[in-house]
């Protein structure tokens, strides 16, 4: 989690481990929908990328 930018992280942190909707991290975080979107997109690629290298643990 520390290779994203905070305001990703924090996005990411409010959608999948407080379950917030896209609408409502907008709201609390004063982003835009649109903006709450590209930075979770953006955290996602970023994580599988950086977890693409181990992906072959998980199948041996």
């Known amino acids: 989690m520390r290779i994203l930018k905070a305001d990703e992280r924090w996005v ?3 959608w999948c ?3 917030l909707s896209y ?3 907008a ?3 004063g982003f835009t929908l649109s903006n709450v979107k590209i930075k979770l997109h ?3 690629q970023q994580l599988k990328q950086e977890l693409e290298p ?3 643990h ?3």
């Open 12 to 14: 990411l942190i409010l």
């Open 17 to 19: 481990y407080e379950d």
């Open 23 to 25: 609408n409502e991290i």
């Open 27 to 29: 709201v609390y975080t």
């Open 42 to 44: 953006r955290a996602k």
């Open 54 to 56: 181990f992906k072959n």
């Open 58 to 60: 998980f199948y041996e």
